[in-house]
């Protein structure tokens, strides 16, 4: 039997790789993914804010916000009330295409995959405990 930390870390590899195969047709990386999965359910954030629900370091958000904004998915705005403030917006297009069949398509189709032989009390169930053991660790660090 596999500690369960290994478990999870091999759990989480699977779903990565996944992953990654259903964003490499719309030309996506995860981490662009994961950028504008968050904008389209709350757009405009803060760079800080954004930062922090994706739990990565300022530089590695400025890279990723540089490439989706340099192939026009994202602007970058000042704040009116404070310019040392940005805000990251998703484009027109970018919206259209994370709104698109084919995109909920795929998306569907990995959550699929990923609960296949679950009941719909086991998902319930599944993604509570997750939630719990984010918790738990987050008062680790």
Sequence with gaps: MSHPT?????????FRRALEQTVKPFDFSVAQFDVLQILLHDDGLEHRELQRLLTIASPTLTNIVDVLEKRGHVTRRTDPNDARV?????????????????????????????FKGFTGSERRAFLAALARIESNLDKVS
């Excluded at 290994?6 to 699977?14: C, D, E, P, V």
């Excluded at 990251?88 to 699929?112: N, P, R, W």
């Design 6 to 14: 290994l478990i999870f870390k091999r759990a989480y590899l699977s």
């Design 86 to 114: 940005k805000t990251i917006h998703m484009s027109a297009h970018a919206k259209k295409l994370c709104s698109s069949q084919e995109f909920y398509i795929a998306g569907d189709t990995l959550v699929s995959q990923m």
